[in-house]
């Protein structure tokens, strides 16, 4: 499939819309802004801006909360997910994310949920790692992901099934009141 308004690429998983714009530039260096602003106030460095992609509107603005409430989860990305989900948008359909730092697989998770149109990040894993300790000592930041890429028995954090009688009766019972969709 050949696009005359794109140069050729060895990306192929590139698509049009995925080339970064002024606009992006700007949304990119304002989440940037959000997370020096955390910083200086106690928080996390990362900063998480949603637009909607059609218009420009600027949706959220979410810093990380971690530092400020103890929460794990409060990653700017999730922050800005539920501050969204508060206000009635259950979606990130039609969104762009702008993030500091390619999210973490937790927030790589709930974009998958949200399902927005793409990610717009500032550093890579790897440019955060070097200069960034998260303090956890079941991952590095730079090797998170290829955590998940193992054997469920050989990842870090250990998992033990034991299966109740009839385990996938909640799934059987959702499906039956619902339907598949
Ligand atoms: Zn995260």
């Not at 530092?67 to 206000?87: P, S, Y």
């Not at 079941?138 to 050989?154: G, H, I, N, Q, S």
């Amino acid at each position: 499939m050949t696009d005359p308004h794109r140069p050729a690429s060895s990306d192929d998983r590139a698509v049009p819309g995925d080339a970064p714009t002024g606009e992006d530039a700007l949304h990119v260096r304002r989440a940037w802004e959000l997370a020096l602003e955390n910083v200086e106030d106690g928080g996390r460095p990362f900063g998480c801006v949603v637009v909607e992609a059609s218009t420009g509107e600027v949706l959220a603005e979410a810093r990380n909360q971690v530092a400020q409430t103890g929460d794990k989860t409060a990653h700017a990305e999730v922050v800005a997910i539920r501050e969204l989900a508060a206000e009635g948008r259950d979606t990130l359909e039609g969104c762009d994310v702008y993030v500091t730092a390619y999210p973490c697989p937790m927030c790589l998770g709930a974009l998958y949920y949200a399902a927005p149109r793409r990610i717009v990040f500032g550093a890579t894993r790897e440019q955060e790692d070097e200069h960034y300790e998260d303090g956890n000592d079941l991952f590095r930041l730079r090797t998170f992901y290829d955590e998940f890429a193992k054997a469920p028995a050989d990842r870090a954090l250990r998992a033990v099934q034991v299966q109740p009688q009839d385990p996938t009766r909640p799934f059987r019972a959702f499906t039956a009141r619902h339907g598949d969709a």
